[in-house]
C-alpha cells in the first residue's frame, strides 16, 4: 500500500526512525521538496526510505566542512559538479553521496 506524504509526515519518519538529527529542519525541508520535484519529473513514486535517505545524502552547514570531508578546495557549493546538491540556505547545503 502506497501512501501520499507531506512534509509533516516526512519529519515524524525521522523521529519515529531515531534519525531526526540527520538532517535540520531546513534541510529536512529542502531534500521534501528536492524529492517531491524529483517525483514530478520523472512521474515515478518515491519509496520513503529515511535509512536510505540518511545514506544517501548529507547536509554540510558550509562549504568548509565539506571540503574537509572530501579533500577538495572548492569556494561554494555551486562550484561542485560531481553529484546532486540541493540548496538548503546561503551556507547551508545537501549532497548525493558519491
Known amino acids: ?7 509533516c509526515n516526512f519529519c515524524d519518519h525521522f523521529r519515529s526512525a ?8 531546513e534541510g529536512k525541508k ?6 517531491e520535484n524529483l517525483k514530478e519529473e ?6 520513503l526510505d529515511i535509512i536510505a535517505l ?4 548529507t547536509e554540510y552547514s558550509n562549504i568548509q566542512e565539506f571540503n574537509n570531508d572530501y579533500g577538495t578546495n572548492y569556494d561554494s557549493y555551486n ?7 540541493i540548496k538548503v540556505n ?3 547545503f545537501i549532497v548525493a553521496q558519491f
Do not use: H, Q
Request: overall charge negative.
Open 1 to 7: 500500500m502506497k501512501t501520499n506524504v507531506n512534509f
Open 18 to 25: 531515531d534519525r531526526d538529527n540527520n538532517f535540520t529542519y
Open 30 to 35: 529542502a531534500l521534501f521538496e528536492y524529492l
Open 42 to 47: 520523472t512521474g515515478e513514486k518515491i519509496e
Open 54 to 57: 540518511c545514506c544517501e545524502f
Open 79 to 85: 562550484d561542485i559538479t560531481e553529484t546532486t546538491v
Open 90 to 92: 546561503e551556507e547551508s
